[in-house]
């Protein structure tokens, strides 16, 4: 991997000039401002030189915990998400050391890989886990860290079709007036991708468009430019609008959406072969089939090659993607 060789360069350079090697926080921190840029690729380097030098350090696990969480964070935000996985169960093992099986860290860690594309099945021994957590921490624990958890169960409850409490739960968290911080705000945007997502199974595809237009808002206030965050729910957008019969405006946000994923994610990231996929099934409905055949094939190639890496036919990224056609 071409990046990784960069990387190896730049320390043997460094090492050869005689220039002190970075320390395992230095590379967590630079890890964790390529994260917040959305350069999700260079921020799964750094964050995997954090943890090679951590464990030569012998650090305490509190804070290997956070370096492996962060690590297969990116990992999952590029799409790989077995390395995903496996760095979450590491974790999960650190957490459960450390923390013990009811904190909220080891409910978070639970609850993000069974968001996994690879992980499939039933979730209730997770969505379990998750309100043992909130129940045991609901007095002592960090309110952003409740908020993202309560958020993590919704996800799980609108895939178990449980709709209505899932939506109490989003509405309920959306009540909350504390969104002004960038930091709460992005909470806010996954908080909305949900409610938007519940609108869309449950045939409110108006209702739909206009929640997904309030996140887009959220997000473009606080990120700068093009920025990978702003892939999902532009194509969620999409898919509500061609419900809604607004195929010229779905094929529009489509093409953005296509654009977005291949300059911040990469064109072989499985989330650009689905936003393919379903701009390719608008363009067959505008007439367009020409160009609708070069991209669903395009997307049949992305998403057999994602399967490959995945070991699994995976084809959309850790937040939900909204098929055209369903």
């Given amino acids: 991997m071409k990046l990784a060789l960069c990387f190896l360069a730049l320390c043997l350079r460094i090492l050869v000039a005689g220039e002190t090697p970075k320390t395992w926080s230095e590379w967590a921190s630079e890890g964790a401002g390529l994260l917040e840029d959305g350069n999700y690729q260079a921020a799964a380097q750094a964050f995997s030189q954090a943890l090679a030098v951590a464990k030569d350090s012998s650090i305490p696990d509190p804070q290997l915990l956070k370096i492996r969480n962060a690590l297969a964070s990116t990992y999952a935000y590029v799409g790989r998400y077995l390395e995903a996985e496996s760095e979450w169960r590491h974790a999960l093992v650190l957490a459960e050391k450390t923390e013990g099986r009811e904190s909220l860290d080891y409910a978070l860690i639970v ?29 002592s624990g960090s309110q952003s860290e409740l908020a993202k958890l309560r958020v993590l169960l919704a996800q799980l409850l609108i895939e178990e079709k449980k709709y209505g409490e899932a939506e109490a739960l989003l509405l309920d968290l959306q009540a909350n007036p504390a969104h002004s911080k960038p930091s709460e705000r992005l909470q806010l945007s996954y908080l909305l991708d949900e409610l938007g997502g519940i609108r869309y199974e449950q045939g409110r595809f108006a209702e739909a468009v206009g929640v997904f237009r309030e996140e887009l808002g959220v997000l473009e206030s606080d990120l700068r430019g093009e920025h990978p965050l702003l892939v999902t729910p532009t194509n969620n957008l999409a898919t509500s609008l061609v419900k809604l019969g607004r195929l010229e405006e779905a094929s ?46 395009r997307a049949r190639q992305i998403q057999q090659d994602s399967g490959r890496r995945n070991g699994s036919s995976a084809v959309v990224s850790l937040e939900s993607l909204r098929p055209a056609d369903k």
Avoid at 113 to 124: D, K, W
Wanted: glycine share 10%; proline share 3%; hydrophobic share 35%.
């Fill in 111 to 139: 609850a993000t890989i069974a968001g996994l594309p690879t992980e499939t099945g039933n979730h209730e021994e997770t969505i379990m886990v998750i309100r043992k957590a909130l129940e045991v921490n609901a007095q």
């Fill in 252 to 297: 529009g946000a489509f093409e953005r959406a296509s654009g977005l994923c291949r300059k911040t994610l990469g064109s072989d990231h499985p989330a650009c072969g689905q936003i393919l996929a379903n701009y390719s099934s608008v363009l067959r409905k505008l007439g367009r089939k020409r160009e609708a055949k070069a991209l669903a094939e």
